[in-house]
T-cell receptor
Framework: GAVVSQHPSRVICKSGTSVKIECRSL??????MFWYRQFPKKSLMLMAT?????????EQGVEKDKFLINHASLTLSTLTVTSAHPEDSSFYIC???????????FGQGTRLTVV | GQQVMQIPQYQHVQEGEDFTTYCNSS?????IQWYKQRPGGHPVFLIQ?????EVKKQKRLTFQFGEAKKNSSLHITATQTTDVGTYFC??????????FGDGTTLTVKP
């Protein structure tokens, strides 16, 4: 299957700082990328949908000013967690798909710990 | 909004026993996808079902899509220890985004 690379895999940051997570599709052009948050032993909660060259669409309850998403090219989307708090600690994972109604390929995920 | 319910939440089986997880959507789906997530890993795509009543097989795994395109199942025959993990269904409705079920975590006792 197609490869999606997510970086970093783990990050520890101090409260109040910002953290940027990158999601890259390595061997295909991703028209759409998705950002999810996963709590331990829980399902994937969609945070936002990102289309290249346009503003991200955020799910209800997700603060767009806190979770900044940039989809600058067909192979790169970034999620920036601004002014991080301990409750933002979680597993963040992206997925990318090439065309509508096709399967999505997931990155390896980023374990964020805010201390 | 669209809801996708998946049962059971956990399943513990003896190696060699069969396993089934069920997925039910509150709305009619365009397609449904199944993913497997190993402990500590990320979801890996298994299969996509599109047609009403579709049945697909991958070795010991059998996937079904209901006639009404609102439910689906994944059945594993004769489980092995390598089958452990959490299996998620993801239903795609008209909005163009998939909604994931809560997942079924399978443990296999050797």
């Amino acid at each position: 299957g197609a490869v999606v690379s997510q970086h970093p895999s783990r990050v520890i940051c101090k409260s109040g700082t910002s953290v940027k997570i990158e999601c890259r599709s390595l061997d295909f052009q991703a028209t759409t990328m998705f950002w999810y948050r996963q709590f331990p032993k829980k399902s994937l909660m969609l945070m936002a949908t990102s289309n290249e060259g346009s503003k991200a669409t955020y799910e209800q309850g997700v603060e767009k000013d806190k979770f900044l998403i940039n989809h600058a090219s067909l192979t790169l989307s970034t999620l920036t967690v601004t002014s991080a708090h301990p409750e933002d600690s979680s597993f963040y994972i992206c997925s990318a798909r090439q065309e509508p109604n096709t399967e999505a390929f997931f990155g390896q995920g980023t374990r964020l710990t805010v201390v | 909004g669209q809801q996708v319910m998946q049962i059971p939440q956990y399943q513990h089986v003896q190696e060699g026993e069969d396993f089934t997880t069920y997925c039910n959507s509150s709305t009619t789906l365009s397609n449904i996808q199944w993913y497997k997530q190993r402990p500590g890993g990320h979801p890996v795509f298994l299969i996509q079902l599109v047609k009403s009543g579709e049945v697909k097989k991958q070795k010991r795994l059998t996937f079904q899509f209901g006639e009404a395109k609102k439910n689906s199942s994944l059945h594993i025959t004769a489980t092995q220890t390598t089958d452990v993990g959490t299996y998620f269904c993801a239903g795609l409705a008209n909005a163009g985004k998939s909604t994931f079920g809560d997942g079924t975590t399978l443990t296999v006792k050797p």
